[in-house]
């Protein structure tokens, strides 16, 4: 029986596996779209959510036939658990994507501004928001706390960069009134789309510290667990 339940905790993890790495590539195409206004690329996107959807659905419904079937408990009852948290905190950053892939096909301008760009620090943040992603990916298949931990301070990278976008909007539409304001404003969205892709990925780091050493860090803040 025992050796049963690990057989299907280890097919759990592996599709799960399977669904972050596509909610990266999203992740990743729509980061490129935005920087680029690639509006084909962004297309590609929005029509791959339904992949992301879908994985979403399957695994929600493998994680209630565990629960039913074979009640696991300790270690195995964390995983099965963290696994339902992360599958909806994964399935929001492919929304994300989503939104950020939308926001390129309605950009009216043929380009961003580069040096509006560089202030923003709009590539930055996009980096590291894949590179969160990227190690939680690590995290869980190495079942390693200390690389999960990691993400806590990237984050504050991701919030430093989003409360300083709309000062540094408004301060550029200023000193060049014949943009489009609006297409500038709206570029506000993208960044709170990436902070809140941070924000998920902290719940993600949350729960596999949760899974492995059974600590509890949610509502604690963003603060590194050790």
């Not at 419904?61 to 009852?77: G, K």
Request: hydrophobic share 45%; aromatic share 6%; with cysteine.
């Amino acid at each position: 029986m025992v050796q049963k339940v690990e057989s299907e905790l280890d097919k759990l993890k592996k599709e799960t596996l399977d669904m972050w790495t596509l909610v990266y590539n999203q992740l990743q195409r729509a980061g490129e779209a935005v920087l680029t206004l690639d509006k084909d690329l962004a297309r590609q996107v929005i029509l791959r959510e339904r992949r992301v959807n879908a994985f979403e659905l399957k695994i929600d419904s493998d994680v209630e036939d565990m629960i039913a079937l074979f009640n696991p408990v300790a270690v195995h009852l964390r995983f099965t658990l963290a696994i339902l948290k992360i599958n909806t905190n994964l399935e929001r950053i492919g929304d994300f994507a989503e939104g950020i892939a939308r926001f390129v096909l309605d950009f009216k301008e043929p380009a961003l501004d580069p040096e509006l760009v560089k202030r923003l620090h709009m590539a930055e943040m996009l980096d590291t928001v894949e590179s969160m992603l990227k190690t939680l990916h690590e995290a869980l298949l190495k079942e390693s706390t200390d690389v999960a931990s990691k993400v806590f301070e990237m984050d504050s990278v991701v919030d430093d960069i989003n409360w300083n976008a709309p000062s540094i909007l408004v301060e550029f539409i200023k000193e060049n009134p014949d943009s489009n304001a609006l297409d500038a404003l709206r570029l506000s969205g993208i960044f709170r789309k990436l902070e809140r892709v941070g924000d998920h990925c902290t719940n993600i780091a949350e729960e596999i510290i949760f899974y492995l050493d059974a600590k509890v860090l949610k509502h604690q803040g963003k603060i590194n667990p050790e």
